[in-house]
């Protein structure tokens, strides 16, 4: 897979020079519960997480990483990817110096058009608590709506969180 082309980032493939970037995001405790994280990934886990990422008609998952001026600064998962009934989860995370400079909607709108125009997606989501008001806003600027919210959802710092469920269908 190329490259693809944002207005001021690259979504690209992880390559073994990312190993270490990625050990570092997998490994701060400050966003795992965006992922059900529980336990620290070891470095070797990472490393073959990254040797062993395949197809997305196989894995059923895809993560690219985010670069900006040739360094990464975040990815954007591809996740339950359903061929057949045309959709897929997504996710991302940029490196916290890196927020609040508009890679995140760059990023998110490239990703997008790959799924909408290159996966022939009819459907995108994304699940995002309820007081994460810059994810919010990021994902709803770029046309998903709030279809649902799970209740006491997700507990964070031993406080039960809501969580949203967005949608983005592509007429």
Request: glycine share 4%; with cysteine; proline share 2%.
């Amino acid at each position: 897979m190329q490259a693809l082309k944002g207005i001021n980032i690259l979504l690209r493939a992880m390559e073994p020079e990312d190993i270490d970037t990625l050990y570092n995001w997998e490994n701060d405790t400050n966003v795992w519960h965006i992922s059900n994280t529980v336990a620290p990934f070891s470095r070797y886990v990472v490393e073959q997480y990254v040797f062993s990422m395949q197809d997305i008609y196989t894995a059923k998952q895809l993560r690219l990483m985010i670069e900006a001026d040739k360094k990464p600064i975040g990815c954007i998962d591809i996740f339950d990817f359903d061929p057949t009934n045309k959709k897929a989860g997504i996710g991302i995370l940029i490196a916290d110096e890196m927020q609040n400079k508009g890679y995140a909607s760059d990023a998110l709108q490239t990703l997008i058009k790959y799924c909408f125009n290159a996966l022939q997606l009819h459907q995108l989501y994304c699940s995002i608590l309820t007081d994460n008001e810059a994810s919010l806003k990021l994902f709803t600027k770029h046309g998903f709506t709030v279809c649902g919210t799970r209740k006491d959802w997700l507990i964070v710092n031993n406080v039960w969180k809501d969580e949203h469920f967005l949608q983005l269908l592509n007429e």
